[in-house]
């Protein structure tokens, strides 16, 4: 990774026609995709790009936070440009991630605070079922 040097890690990186449509890509998709799912949409517009190239960029925007990496066990990280809080919902059907439509609730970080003697910073929180077409085919 070529960095710029700077006082933050925001901005720190040399700017990438690459990684630029990476980010493009994330925010025109709600579906949560893979390193490969990107990479399959993009190889033809870059013929010299690799997987490896892909993971290296998100991981700047990553780094940036300009995208938060999902890890809910799989195989294979999923990445998501909406960096707002919110939760998701995983189908357990077709491995689907859905953003789920409801305020994200502060109050419980603040809450594991004031009454475990922790100092949380964040949570989060996953739903786990069926999504509208997996449970319509049940």
């Known amino acids: 990774m070529k960095k710029v040097s700077g006082p ?6 040399r700017k990438s026609r690459q990684r630029e449509r990476i980010l493009a890509l994330l925010r025109s ?8 799912w990107i990479f399959d949409r ?5 013929p010299s790009l690799s997987v490896g190239t892909v993971y290296r960029n998100i991981a700047i925007l ?18 998501d440009a909406n960096t707002l809080p919110h939760y998701h ?4 059907g077709c491995a689907r991630i859905i953003d789920v439509d409801v305020p ?14 922790l100092t949380a910073r964040r949570h ?5 079922g069926l999504c509208e077409r997996c449970a319509k085919e049940r």
């Not at 933050?8 to 990186?13: I, K, L, Q």
């Not at 919902?89 to 357990?92: D, H, R």
């Not at 994200?104 to 003697?117: E, K, Y």
């Open 89 to 92: 919902f995983i189908c357990e």
């Open 62 to 79: 990553v780094d940036e936070g300009l995208v938060n990496r999902i890890d809910f066990g799989s195989t294979f990280d999923r990445f």
């Open 29 to 36: 998709t709600q579906t949560h995709p893979t390193a490969a």
């Open 42 to 46: 993009l190889r033809r517009e870059f």
């Open 8 to 13: 933050s890690a925001r901005g720190f990186y």
């Open 124 to 128: 989060e929180i996953e739903f786990y």
């Open 104 to 117: 994200f609730d502060q109050a419980i970080t603040a809450r594991v605070d004031s009454s475990s003697g």
